[in-house]
């Protein structure tokens, strides 16, 4: 018979013998694992203040793009004592400012006037001095005149008193005369000296003189107004310094009280509404979890292994990944090894991890961009089981490569 014969027998155990070897081919070339699940981390958006939702946020699934505003929290009850008494201090301040503003004007106002004052005190003062000047040195030439007559004069009766003719009497007085007339030379010329240094020392404003100070009373008014006007003006000088304080104080406050009154809610990167906890009208305070936001950007796997093969299994070897239902493979890459042991909790994962089983080492793999990381729609297909497959480090079994294409179908 047919089935009987020598030729099917050996076509029979051909067969199975081809299918054995396809049953153990992908234990020998690799690792395949069965209980994948597509995976993504969520971001939880916090409340940044209390107060009152305005909006109500995009419904769960929508696609919102980086920046788009979800919502509004306004907060009516915030209070703003601190900042009404910044806003009192500086009203206060710039009032006496104003005062000391006033105040400098009066002074500088009075340290013109006694400077006026002083120069044409000073200036007549000069002219007086200048006019003594001329009438000493009048005076000394005249003084030079009479010296010169009374010397003349001696002579003269000098010589006739010696000859008898002029008593000794009448040349005693022509010497005296002389004499008186020569000292009252040297006082003219002394006296002109004088006048003169004073002259030099009223030119550079020290006034010298009988019943006088080194200083006239203007200029002793004007030092005690300049002394005044400094005391203010550094007054002036510590308002203008507080005022600029307490504007950039109320600023500060201004600024912080708007934020904690009002707070605009937006995305920070592109992703999915995974979860709403809050609409219009609901309540909030700092830190209520508002939204949880599907980042799609960086999509993983984690797949359980025999943890005997621990050590053939190192970050960053490749990967293949299937979808169930899907003939695409998409490449990815191991980002972890963890032994079964491990703790693995993850409160920001969208998806369950697989349980483990018995000693499974559980490792994670990062899927390539692919269109999944935009399949929005679908949630980037989170939760979706897949099919993993990790090759052996080895180099035996590349005559085997043309065999992946069956391997998912065989595991």
């Not at 009404?84 to 009066?106: F, H, K, N, P, V």
């Not at 912080?256 to 305070?285: E, H, K, M, Q």
């Not at 999509?299 to 621990?310: C, M, P, Q, R």
Request: glycine fraction near 6%; aromatic fraction near 4%.
């Amino acid at each position: 018979m047919l089935w009987n014969s020598r030729a099917m027998r050996i076509l029979i155990g051909a067969l199975l013998l081809g299918a054995a070897v396809l049953a153990v081919l992908p234990a020998l070339t690799g690792y395949t694992s069965l209980d994948g699940t597509v995976n993504a981390r969520f971001t939880v958006i916090a409340a940044p203040i209390e107060g009152v939702v305005s909006d109500t946020p995009p419904k769960v699934g929508t696609a919102v793009p980086e920046s788009t505003q979800l919502f509004r929290i306004r907060n009516e009850r915030i209070a703003r004592t601190a900042e009404a008494q910044l806003e009192a201090d500086l009203g206060a301040t710039r009032e006496r400012l104003r005062a000391l503003e006033g105040q400098i004007g009066s002074l500088s106002a009075i340290k013109t006037d006694l400077a006026a004052r002083l120069r044409e005190y000073q200036q007549a003062s000069i002219t007086s001095v200048q006019q003594e000047i001329v009438i000493r040195q009048q005076r000394i030439t005249a003084a030079q005149a009479q010296q010169v007559s009374a010397q003349a004069d001696l002579v003269r009766k000098t010589t006739l008193g010696a000859t008898g003719v002029v008593a000794g009497s009448s040349v005693e007085q022509a010497r005296a005369a002389s004499v008186a007339a020569t000292s009252e030379q040297a006082i003219a010329r002394a006296d002109l000296e004088r006048l003169s240094r004073q002259l030099e020392a009223l030119r550079k404003g020290t006034f010298v003189g009988e019943g006088r100070n080194d200083v006239p009373y203007s200029q002793q008014r004007q030092d005690e107004v300049a002394i005044q006007l400094a005391n203010v003006q550094m007054q002036a000088r510590a308002e203008r310094a507080r005022i600029q304080q307490l504007e950039r104080q109320i600023e500060l406050e201004r600024d912080r009280n708007d934020r904690l009154s009002t707070a605009v809610v937006r995305v920070p990167f592109d992703g999915v509404i995974w979860r709403n906890n809050v609409v219009a009208g609901s309540n909030v305070v700092v830190g209520n979890e508002l939204t949880r936001l599907l980042d799609c950007r960086d999509l993983f796997v984690d797949i359980l292994v025999n943890e005997i093969d621990y050590d053939d299994i190192h970050p960053g070897a490749a990967a293949e990944v299937r979808l169930l239902g899907s003939s695409q493979i998409i490449p990815g890459t191991v980002l972890s090894v963890r032994g079964s042991s491990a703790a693995v909790e993850e409160t920001v994962l969208a998806a369950v991890q697989p349980e483990s089983r018995g000693k499974s080492a559980r490792i994670r793999v990062a899927l390539a961009q692919s269109p999944m990381q935009r399949d929005f729609a679908n949630f980037c297909q989170v939760g979706r089981s897949v099919q993993v497959r990790i090759a052996r480090a080895t180099k035996k079994y590349q005559f085997l490569n043309g065999l992946k294409s069956l391997w998912f179908s065989i595991s």
